[in-house]
């Protein structure tokens, strides 16, 4: 391969990466937020796939190859940069306070058990409690500071390009391929782009990588104590206490499903400090040094996601959750070899990120019937349609034959929104894009759940309270439309929502995050109040449609804003969606005979007391509303009309 090579993330998987490839000979250039801020400054730096006792045999081999790398590995980059890794071949001490049954042999890595006597020997010091534990000689450690430092040196040094205090915002795509990434600093291309940005992936892909917070602190040896008192890890139950040669100590972690809250905490402080003392009492009276946190990226499985993507000249190398310094070597040489010589390694397969687009475990009860078969209104025997013919609905360019849209939000079941979509016979189904990503209560499988290659996704961004926040869910929401096959899909709902009573969208915020969005090419379709100046202020921006609310989003009060849509679908030119507010099929008839093109309704479907049977009835409501307002319906009079005619009447 040749060309330029964009890394994303200043990590110490991203450098390392890129070191790789320099040497190999390629031209890297490293995009980094806040070279700060990476959780690898914040890690104690264990090479411990023995003492974690991973169970994974993929997994486990990673990690073994990835530990036997170590010594050459830093010392070749010690060499290049003058400067030390703090490696060290020091072996980790797993004490344990419970008896251990049948002591038996750990597995194909040296491991030895310490009974209480031979452990007290072997690191005195250790807490009265401790009954015995397990050594494992193999196991090291390195100074992951030190090592952040030498290969942001040593990427220096090999002339990669270096850009700390660049935010990477989205990918841009086509067909199959990154062509840039839109970043605070502009438009960045390359040939060939690596993911690598931690616990903050999914901020630009929807791939489960999800911050888990890790609170640390250290302690300093006093230097009136002449020799390092402890000179092996100790790796006990949720604690670890990691010894330095320059006299600090190293204690963490907690693990904590927080999102991205940061700060240290009392609560977290005082856990670390009591499971340290107890497994090593003369803590108590070492100086604390510093306390911090960082924010590991975790994924379902805590196995990492490594390899190919979705797009041809996109690979990833991120979610190393506990592992991220340990498994360093080997993701920069397995990378480098699929990136720069194609060379795909058989362990890269256990990793790829297809792992977690699983098969629904309930039967998927989409409609048969591909996209391009219009739906009958009524049977064609019962009426001739020659005076009023039934153009499709078309969106950005797209034919869909259906003008009913709904949601999959508020369901009771997975498999309730399954059959409700079906009877729907709806084309286009919305989707929060941060709920799926959070796997919010009833989200969960939301993505598998249904037939994307006959349903068209309309991602959402429902949740996001400012233009700014809601542009960026857009983009997560195409990469999200791309991994389930939609590579074409550029669509986008969104909603910009500050009020949280009464959830009235921001007409100011609307706009210029639409404005925002036409120009990278999505097809927007913006929620707003039935506002005639704002739709065609919209229009004007280029959204593809304006979709009006009737009444307030949920409530199911019907048509109170009838006067202002009559005025939006006579004056646009663009596809009206009627959205929110709808909550009998009565009211779906009527705002399709007001001339709206389509409607979108997830609440009075998904909250009725028969959901399936709410959305046969809105199906047939919206084709009757279409088929009424086309025919035309009759003009009112003032005054009575007879049905019958009065000529050739019989007269008494």
Request: some cysteine; charged content about 15%.
């Amino acid at each position: 391969m040749t060309g330029e090579i964009v890394i994303i993330g200043g990590g110490v998987i991203g450098l390392a990466i890129a070191v790789e490839l320099k040497w190999r000979g390629a031209n890297v250039t490293v995009l980094c937020r806040d070279f700060q801020a990476a959780a690898s400054h914040a890690a104690a730096g264990m090479l411990a796939p023995d003492a974690e006792r991973i169970t994974d045999g993929a997994m486990k081999s990673l990690c073994w190859r990835s530990r036997s790398l170590y010594p050459d590995w830093t010392q070749k980059l010690e060499n290049l940069t003058g400067l030390k890794t703090g490696y060290w071949a020091c072996g980790i001490l797993a004490p344990v306070y419970e008896p251990q049954g049948d002591i038996k042999d750990k597995g194909e890595s040296p491991a030895y058990w310490l009974d209480k006597t031979a452990i007290h020997h072997y690191q005195s010091g250790l807490g009265s409690d401790v009954v015995g534990g397990w050594w494992y000689p193999e196991d090291a450690q390195v100074d992951n500071r030190a090592l952040v430092h030498v290969l942001w040196t040593a990427a220096e040094s090999l002339g990669v390009e270096l850009k700390d205090g660049v935010t990477v915002e989205a990918f841009l795509q086509q067909q199959g391929q990154v062509i840039g990434v839109q970043t605070n600093m502009g438009i960045i291309r390359a040939d060939h782009y690596v993911l690598a940005t931690g616990a903050w992936s999914n901020q630009l892909l929807p791939i489960p990588v999800f911050p888990r917070k890790g609170q640390m602190l250290s302690v300093r040896v006093p230097d009136s104590l002449p020799e390092l008192p402890l000179k092996r890890v100790l790796f006990g139950d949720n604690i670890y206490i990691v010894p330095r040669r320059d006299r600090s100590i190293i204690i963490g972690a907690t693990s904590e499903d927080v999102g991205f809250t940061p700060h240290n905490t009392p609560d977290g402080m005082q856990a670390l400090l009591q499971g340290a003392m107890r497994l090593y009492p003369e803590l108590q009276h070492y100086p604390i040094q510093e306390f911090w946190w960082g924010f590991r990226p975790g994924t379902p499985d805590e196995l990492p996601i490594l390899g190919t993507s979705h797009c041809a000249n996109l690979t990833l190398a991120t979610g190393h959750y506990r592992n991220g310094i340990l498994l360093t070597p080997i993701t920069a040489q397995l990378i480098a070899d699929l990136v720069w010589e194609q060379k795909s390694d058989p362990l890269l397969s256990h990793f790829h990120y297809s792992r977690f687009q699983k098969q629904p475990s309930t039967p998927m009860l989409i409609s048969q019937s591909p996209v391009s078969n219009p739906q009958s209104p009524v049977p064609s025997d019962a009426l001739s349609l020659s005076k009023c013919p039934q153009s499709p609905l078309t969106i950005a360019g797209k034919t869909f034959h259906s003008r009913l849209m709904t949601g999959t939000g508020k369901y009771r079941s997975i498999e309730e929104m399954q059959q409700s979509v079906e009877a729907s016979g709806c084309q286009i189904v919305t989707v929060a894009v941060r709920r799926v990503q959070t796997k919010a209560p009833g989200h969960e499988g939301l993505a598998e759940a249904l037939d994307w290659s006959k349903i068209w996704m309309l991602p959402n961004t429902a949740g996001c309270q400012t233009a700014e926040e809601a542009i960026r869910v857009a983009r997560l929401g195409r990469e999200m439309a791309k991994l389930l096959g939609q590579e074409d899909n550029n669509f986008i709902k969104l909603e910009v929502i500050p009020d949280q009573k009464y959830l009235l969208p921001d007409p100011i915020g609307t706009l210029q995050a639409a404005e925002q969005l036409v120009k990278e090419g999505f097809a927007v379709l913006p929620y707003i109040n039935a506002d005639p100046m704002l739709a065609k202020r919209l229009e004007e921006v280029g959204c593809a449609t304006v979709m009006p609310l009737a009444s307030p989003i949920g409530s199911g009060q019907g048509l109170k804003t009838t006067a202002n849509i009559q005025i939006i679908i006579e004056n646009a030119n663009i596809p009206v969606v009627v959205d929110a507010g709808i909550g009998a099929p009565s009211e779906a008839s009527q705002a399709m005979e007001l001339g709206a093109d389509a409607l979108l309704i997830n609440s009075a479907i998904a909250l009725a007391q028969n959901p399936i049977a709410m959305a046969r009835a809105m199906n047939l409501a919206t084709q009757a509303g279409r088929l009424a307002y086309l025919a035309g319906r009759m003009p009112i009079k003032s005054y009575a009309s007879a049905s019958s005619p009065l000529t050739g009447t019989i007269v008494s």
